[in-house]
């Protein structure tokens, strides 16, 4: 197993967009336990802690797409959604409308419900929102997000996805401790065998 640093352009996209997410890519990978286990450290902050033996005794569960995704996503359509009721300077009101539509609208007041911490998945809500917003259109966000789940997670492809996020994850590393007060912690591995890729995603953050 061999990390790759040959990453599309869109995940220094996301970086540069301010995004709270963490991305490590292997190549060579068989995809077990034991693996995502010793690359998970890898895509968290340098000076971060971590207690892999507890990681193991939390566990994982696999999950399909659709709840990788989460609420903020439509799956059908391809498209990042921003949840909750929303004024816009027009005296319009929107409900939960598709982010890519929002470029040019002024949203003058309104908000939505957050995801449960710890609870899992919500992989577009992590992506696409964070306390002090991404430093990007919401097209440009769109943007970066297709390409990166079509590298993820390409199309027509089988693939392992695990869900390793828990409300306890700041016991495991102290990574997690900003993100455990309220705006969330996100861990996942993403196995495809045809390519013998994985991916592991790591995020927690607060304002």
Not at 78 to 83: D, I, P, Y
Not at 165 to 175: A, G, H, K
């Amino acid at each position: 197993m061999n990390q790759t640093d040959k990453l599309p352009s869109a995940f220094e996209c996301f970086r540069k967009m301010l995004g709270v997410l963490d991305f490590v890519v292997f190549e060579d990978a068989d995809g077990t336990d034991e693996e995502i286990l010793s690359a998970i450290p890898q895509a968290l902050q340098p000076s971060s802690t971590i207690d892999i033996e507890k990681l193991r005794l939390l566990g994982r569960r696999c999950i399909s797409d659709k709840e990788f995704f989460g609420d903020w996503y439509d799956l059908d359509g391809g498209q990042l959604l921003k949840l909750g009721r929303y004024r816009t300077s027009d005296g319009s009101e929107l409900h939960n409308p598709i982010l890519n539509t929002l470029d040019n609208v002024n949203i003058t007041s309104g908000g939505g419900g957050l995801p449960e911490v710890g609870a899992g998945g919500q992989f577009a809500y992590a992506f696409s929102w964070t306390p002090y917003s991404l430093r990007a259109r919401p097209s440009e966000v769109q943007t970066a997000f297709e390409e990166i789940r079509d590298f993820i997670l390409p199309p027509l492809q089988t693939s392992e996805i695990f869900d390793w996020s828990n409300v306890r994850l700041p016991e495991v590393s102290d990574y997690f401790d900003a993100g455990a007060d309220w705006w969330g912690v996100f861990l996942f591995s993403v196995y495809i065998p045809s390519l013998r890729r994985l991916t592991i995603i790591a995020g927690s953050t607060t304002d």
